[in-house]
């Protein structure tokens, strides 16, 4: 619905209105606080929620996956691919662990469904990359973004 | 040479490259200012405060490549840009930028060419200016750039109405349509309060006259709130839309210069033109004084000064509106232009004839 305005005889000659309008905006170009924010230099912090780039979490420089497929099972995009293995001391774990990221959609379920706290998605946003990568088990180990 | 030849192709030249330096100061100041109004910061990496980035702008158009589209006229699609930068530049011949001279017995008058028909002449080649958009919106053989050229050549044609209108008020006090003679004029005192000299500028003894004059120089040189031969909304880019690299950059050009030159004449016919600041006439005194350089020499010197910051207040002016005021719709333009404006100005022109008759002005 339109607002139904009625201008008085001082709007309707807009002369004073526009004056108002210059002040405002010379108001705005000498005072006002500017919002940008200069990027490579200074970053904005999103929240700890937000979901960024991959990354598996290790303790002791053991990664905490035991390659249990419950995150490819869940992941919508299909773009997790696990090939599980043995350790010496009958262990299991991911030989193979890796992320098709142009398939990723972000939705987190990953996080939500890895019963060992695994994978993880970190703050991370600048993803950019030459080439179409798949996210390989020894790059997602590198702790990049680790929320603890 | 003779001296009057000689000093003729200086005050070319420097015209000349005053108005082409225009075209990058103004690049910055509108990049930048627009950013600051609506609180960004705009380009600010190349340079002292971002300045470099109009020398990296325009070599940026000087390297593209300069295609032109198959389905256009191509006679008429490559001289168009030129048909609206060359009278823009023509324009500025006859506006005066310092006062006159007289040294060892020369006359130096500073104004490219002193014609009778002084700010006539401005106006009829300001008006060769919207062949040159016509021309582009037709040749280039596109529905939006043909609508956008339409308009324009309605919009200048309405508005130069009242732009001539708004200064005969003016001409018939000064009794002279030559724009050396008005800014002269104006620098008589037209009465003193409190000890302060107001001075003859054609604002204070025609405001209604400058106010005409004001709105419908923005509609002459296509800028906001009447840019609608290029509203991007609706007619994406209007009548430069098949233009790219430096044909474009003709076009922007074209607009800084008309936008320098109505600054000019804004300038020149309301606010005494080369006539010193206030205040400026004591700070001729001292320079005078200190360098014991010739007191007429210093003066000529400030009148430059004085009137250079009297355009670039005018174009930081077009800047600022533009990032003020939202466009008009076509409808409401016209009938500004025509419901509003031109009967103001016959009102005007009336009012003033009787105050010139009854000795008041």
Redesign the interface.
Same mark, same amino acid.
């Given at each position: 619905m339109l607002a139904q305005r009625k201008p008085g005889i001082l709007n309707r000659f807009y002369?004073i209105e526009?004056v108002r309008?210059?002040w405002?905006?010379?108001r705005?170009?000498l005072f006002?606080?500017?919002?940008?924010l @200069?990027f490579p230099e200074q970053r904005r912090d999103y929240s700890p929620r937000y979901r960024g780039q991959h990354y598996i979490k290790t303790v002791n420089e053991v990664e905490n996956c035991t390659a249990c497929m419950l995150c490819p099972t869940v992941c919508p995009a299909e773009c997790i691919h696990i090939v599980a293995g043995e350790r010496e001391d009958k262990e299991k774990y991911p030989i193979k662990f890796e992320i098709d990221i142009l398939r990723c959609c972000f939705c987190g379920m990953c996080e939500e469904a890895c019963p060992k706290d695994a994978i993880k998605l970190s703050n991370i946003y600048e993803m950019s990359q030459e080439h179409r990568e798949v996210y390989t088990k020894d790059f997602l180990l590198e702790q990049r973004g680790n929320k603890k | 040479m003779t001296p009057e030849i000689s000093f003729m192709l200086i005050k070319v030249a420097i015209v000349l490259t005053g108005l082409l330096a225009v075209v990058p100061i103004m690049l910055f100041v509108e990049r930048r200012?627009s950013?600051?109004? @609506?609180?960004?910061?705009g380009p600010n990496r190349m340079g002292p405060f971002g300045m470099f980035q109009a020398a990296c702008d325009v070599l940026k158009f000087i390297f593209k490549e300069d295609s032109t589209p198959t389905h256009v006229n191509k006679f008429y699609y490559t001289i168009a840009p030129w048909l609206v930068v060359i009278p823009a530049f023509m324009t500025f011949a006859v506006i005066p930028f310092a006062g006159s001279l007289s040294m060892d017995g020369n006359h130096f008058n500073f104004q490219v060419a002193n014609l009778d028909v002084g700010v006539l002449y401005c106006f009829a080649i300001a008006s060769l200016g919207v062949y040159g958009i016509i021309m582009a919106g037709w040749a280039s053989n596109n529905k939006y750039s043909l609508l956008g050229s339409l308009r324009s050549s309605a919009q200048m044609i309405s508005y130069e109405l009242t732009l001539g209108l708004s200064i005969v008020g003016l001409m018939m006090i000064f009794q002279s349509v030559r724009l050396g003679d008005i800014a002269a004029a104006q620098g008589e005192t037209l009465f003193t309060v409190a000890g302060l000299n107001v001075p003859k500028w054609g604002i204070f003894i025609q405001p209604v006259g400058f106010?005409l004059f004001l709105i419908s120089v923005f509609a002459e040189t296509n800028r906001l709130p009447f840019d609608l031969p290029e509203g991007e909304s609706e007619l994406i880019a209007g009548y430069h839309l098949e233009y790219g690299s430096m044909k474009f950059a003709l076009f922007m050009m074209g607009e800084f210069i008309n936008m320098s030159v109505a600054s000019a004449l804004i300038a020149t016919l309301f606010f005494g033109g080369w006539q010193l600041l206030p205040g400026l006439a004591w700070v001729v005194q001292q320079v005078a004084n200190i360098t014991q350089v010739d007191v007429l020499l210093v003066t000529v010197l400030f009148q430059g000064v004085s009137f250079v910051i009297k355009v670039a207040f005018f174009m930081w002016f077009f800047v600022?509106?533009r990032?003020?005021?939202p466009r008009f719709r076509f409808d409401q333009l016209m009938n500004l232009g025509w419901k509003v404006l031109f009967p103001l100005g016959l009102v005007n022109l009336f009012v003033t004839g009787i105050l010139i008759y009854k000795g008041v002005l």
């Open positions: 002369l526009i309008g210059l405002i905006t010379l705005n170009f006002h606080e500017k919002v940008t @200069q | 200012g950013a600051l109004i @609506q609180n960004r910061l106010l600022w509106v990032w003020t005021l």
